[in-house]
């Protein structure tokens, strides 16, 4: 079940979601491409503020270094966050957040599972 494009924008603007949509929540934050889609939903809001810095006059590289100014710092604070985010909405939508460590469990079990099968214990 998909959320109707009113409750997908509430959504992306911090608003949970009914109960019976959290499977769909459960993928959207820890599924394939979650990171990747975090991303995106937190820099689209950027753009156009970025691209108004383009209206203003002046030489193209004082008006890179004023973008680049906003943009690194941005992108930065985004990525560090996104694990508090993505628990936070988790927690919000009544899942459990050891869902994001999941995928990393289950990566070093297989590790440990082929250390001891290769070298025993």
Not at 87 to 103: E, I, K, N, S, Y
Request: hydrophobic letters at 45%.
């Amino acid at each position: 079940m998909r959320p109707t494009p009113l409750q997908y924008l509430g959504y992306i603007v911090g608003k949970s979601l009914p109960a019976e949509m959290r499977e769909w929540v459960r993928n959207d934050l820890v599924g394939p491409g979650a990171t990747r889609r975090y991303l995106f939903r937190g820099i689209l809001p950027l753009i156009p503020l970025l691209a108004a810095f383009l209206l203003i006059p002046g030489p193209r590289w004082v008006i890179a270094a004023m973008i680049l100014l906003l943009l690194i710092p941005y992108v930065y604070f985004l990525v560090a966050l996104t694990y508090v985010y993505r628990r936070h909405r988790l927690l919000t939508h009544g899942l459990d957040p050891a869902l994001l460590t999941q995928r990393e469990e289950h990566r070093r079990q297989r590790e440990r599972d082929d250390y001891e099968r290769r070298f025993g214990r």
